[in-house]
């Protein structure tokens, strides 16, 4: 399935000519830096970059959600794992760009519920997107943020991590990036995760 936005990786990456025989890519303050064999010319430069683009990219696309369908598949995985046990009533799930306060809302009219979940997690790990989904599933039935609602965040084994890189973007949003983003939203946006996943690829292309 075509995702729903663009490819994350920008276009401008800095290319260094070394020593090396294969292509190299680094971040080095805030900047994709990418070392490419001395003697390689123009064209083949840019099909190396392109052939680690493709592969930095669905590497990413495997670890995140970027689609209102896979938000749903998350969400009923979510559901069925963490709260099985609670009656959940119908609701529907989907991602928006007005979402730009809070991760997620929910709404609940009537005997279904509606939640919402800020398009700016898209490209940032499943588990934290998760953790988001459960906040607003949990509020489904439980309002205020309580004893029991706490309880019922805490079945999750990723709810405290999951707390910690929220805050820690939040924080970094109010403060400044201090390395460029990888996200088409904007230089506002740190995804470290997601440069944890660009070195991973490189190595297996390597």
Same mark, same amino acid.
């Given at each position: 399935?075509?995702?729903?936005?663009?490819?994350?990786?920008?276009?401008?990456?800095?290319?260094?000519? !070394?020593?090396?025989? !294969?292509?190299?890519?680094?971040?080095?303050?805030?900047?994709?830096?990418?070392?490419?064999?001395?003697?390689?010319?123009?064209?083949?430069?840019? !099909?190396?970059?392109?052939?680690?683009?493709?592969?930095?990219?669905?590497?990413?696309?495997?670890?995140?959600?970027?689609?209102?369908?896979?938000?749903?598949?998350?969400?009923?995985?979510?559901?069925?794992?963490?709260?099985?046990?609670?009656?959940?009533?119908?609701?529907?799930?989907?991602?928006s760009r007005r979402q730009n306060k809070r991760w997620g809302s929910c709404t609940v009219d009537g005997n279904s519920g509606t939640i919402r979940i800020s398009a700016h997690l898209i490209g940032h790990p499943?588990?934290?997107?998760?953790?988001?989904?459960?906040?607003?599933?949990?509020?489904?039935?439980?309002?205020?943020?309580?004893?029991?609602?706490?309880?019922?965040?805490?079945?999750?084994?990723?709810?405290?991590?999951?707390?910690?890189?929220?805050?820690?973007?939040?924080?970094?949003?109010?403060?400044?990036?201090?390395?460029?983003?990888?996200?088409?939203?904007?230089?506002?946006?740190?995804?470290?995760?997601?440069?944890?996943?660009?070195?991973?690829?490189?190595?297996?292309? !390597?």
């Open positions: 399935m075509k995702p729903a936005i663009a490819d994350p990786f920008p276009r401008r990456i800095e290319v260094r000519r !070394s020593r090396r025989r !294969s292509v190299e890519l680094t971040l080095e303050a805030g900047r994709l830096v990418a070392r490419v064999p001395l003697r390689a010319s123009d064209r083949q430069v840019e !099909s190396m970059l392109a052939r680690l683009r493709e592969k930095l990219w669905l590497r990413i696309q495997s670890e995140s959600v970027y689609t209102d369908e896979a938000l749903t598949e998350l969400a009923q995985t979510v559901a069925s794992s963490e709260l099985r046990d609670m009656d959940l009533p119908p609701f529907s799930v989907r991602f499943r588990w934290v997107i998760a953790q988001v989904l459960l906040h607003e599933m949990v509020h489904l039935r439980v309002g205020g943020h309580g004893a029991q609602f706490q309880a019922l965040m805490r079945r999750s084994p990723d709810h405290e991590r999951g707390q910690g890189y929220l805050e820690a973007l939040e924080t970094v949003e109010r403060v400044g990036p201090q390395v460029a983003a990888l996200f088409p939203f904007g230089e506002d946006d740190v995804q470290p995760e997601l440069f944890a996943a660009a070195d991973r690829a490189i190595d297996r292309a !390597s």
